[in-house]
Nanobody
């Protein structure tokens, strides 16, 4: 059974940093493409960053130059390093896995990030 568990969210001042983690079980992250999404109140869920099994990264417009997606294969954990945070980054952040063989999408429970002074 696939489980994705996010952690690392919290309250941070503008300009600060946070590192989110997504611990995975039931899948091997290094063999799969993984994504970070976020959803702000009243808005649709949006793609923040992607990491392929081969190590290629892709970032949403809001994340470019400030966020970094990575993984620790030994810990089977996905990370999102977020720097220079802005109030507009306030959202619930989710990690996601799309199982291309079945079409099933797996989401973690999300972790709240609040950027405020």
């Amino acid at each position: 059974q696939v489980q994705l568990v996010e952690s690392g969210g919290g309250l941070v001042q503008p300009g600060g940093s946070l590192r989110l983690a997504c611990a995975a079980s039931g899948i091997i992250l290094s063999s799969n493409n993984m994504d970070w999404y976020r959803q702000a109140p009243g808005q649709e869920r949006e793609l923040v960053a992607s990491l392929t099994s081969g190590g290629r990264t892709n970032y949403g417009t809001s994340a470019k130059g400030r966020f970094t997606i990575s993984r620790d294969n030994a810990k089977n954990t996905l990370y999102l390093q977020m720097n220079s945070l802005k109030p507009d980054d306030t959202a619930v952040y989710y990690c996601r896995w799309l199982d291309w063989t079945t079409g099933n999408i797996y989401w973690g429970q999300g972790t709240q990030v609040t950027v405020s002074s």
